[in-house]
């Protein structure tokens, strides 16, 4: 099992950045994977961006390509998503999860973040 807890959402403006945190817990030595999601009033969840753990190999979405940056310390089990420039439509509840070694799936899911952008 593997526990995530985000933290970092807030009210912004327009343009501004912020930074989200996940802390994972429990079997961080399975974790393959950790990934940034997001989920805005009325629509489907959408995938932002990813990092392995191992390499630190990066994925964007292209929404998120330029604005976002995501990262990871090993050391404390926490992956970050620099948001910078944000806009309205950046608005949404904001997921952390992680693919576990084995699977080919995101395994576990964090509680969520919310993140509002006023224009």
């Known amino acids: 099992q593997v526990q995530l807890v985000e933290s970092g959402g807030g009210i912004v403006q327009a343009g501004d950045s912020l930074r989200l945190s996940c802390a994972a817990s429990?079997?961080?030595?399975?974790?393959?994977?950790m990934g940034w999601f997001r989920q805005a009033p009325g629509k489907e969840r959408e995938y932002v961006a990813r990092?392995?753990?191992?390499?630190?190999?990066?994925y964007y979405a292209d929404s998120a390509k330029g604005r976002f940056t995501i990262s990871r310390d090993n050391a404390k089990n926490t992956v970050y998503l620099q948001m910078n420039s944000l806009k309205p439509e950046d608005t949404a509840i904001y997921y952390c999860?992680?693919?576990?070694?084995?699977?080919?799936?995101?395994?576990?899911w964090g509680q969520g973040t919310q993140v509002t952008v006023s224009s």
């Open positions: 990092i392995t753990r191992t390499s630190g190999v990066t």
């Open positions: 429990g079997r961080t030595d399975r974790i393959y994977i």
């Open positions: 999860a992680v693919q576990v070694f084995g699977t080919n799936k995101y395994d576990y």
